[in-house]
Nanobody, 124 residues
Framework: QLQLVESGGGLVQPGGSLRLSCAAS????????IGWFRQAPGKEREGVSC????????NYADSVKGRFTISRDNAKNTVYLQINSLKPEDTAVYYCAADTMFSICVLSDEYDYWGQGTQVTVSS
């Protein structure tokens, strides 16, 4: 059974950092494009970063460029999202998603498989 499990969220002060993990089971992440999305209360889900299968090319939303870094550890079958210089507006539930159809990953939510999400709260 294909499953994605996010972890690493929590409460952090503005300016702090977190590393979110997206662990896959039942399939090999390297054969899938992986996207990270977030949804804040009352707002639509937003794609923040993605990594393509194969060459591992990455893409970021303008709102997170320079602060977020996506990476993949094939040995652990896990994708990470390093989040630095956190701002209160980064507060949201963060989800990872996977799809095998995209040659180049996309930030739209057209992914087939989704995790349950992990809460990130940025507050002093």
């Amino acid at each position: 059974q294909l499953q994605l499990v996010e972890s690493g969220g929590g409460l952090v002060q503005p300016g702090g950092s977190l590393r979110l993990s997206c662990a896959a089971s039942g399939f090999t992440l390297d054969y899938y494009a992986i996207g990270w999305f977030r949804q804040a209360p009352g707002k639509e889900r937003e794609g923040v970063s993605c990594i393509s299968k194969g060459d591992g090319s990455t893409n970021y939303a303008d709102s997170v460029k320079g602060r977020f870094t996506i990476s993949r550890d094939n040995a652990k079958n896990t994708v990470y999202l390093q989040i630095n210089s956190l701002k209160p507006e980064d507060t949201a539930v963060y989800y990872c998603a996977a799809d095998t159809m995209f040659s180049i990953c996309v930030l739209s939510d057209e992914y087939d498989y989704w995790g349950q999400g992990t809460q990130v709260t940025v507050s002093s």
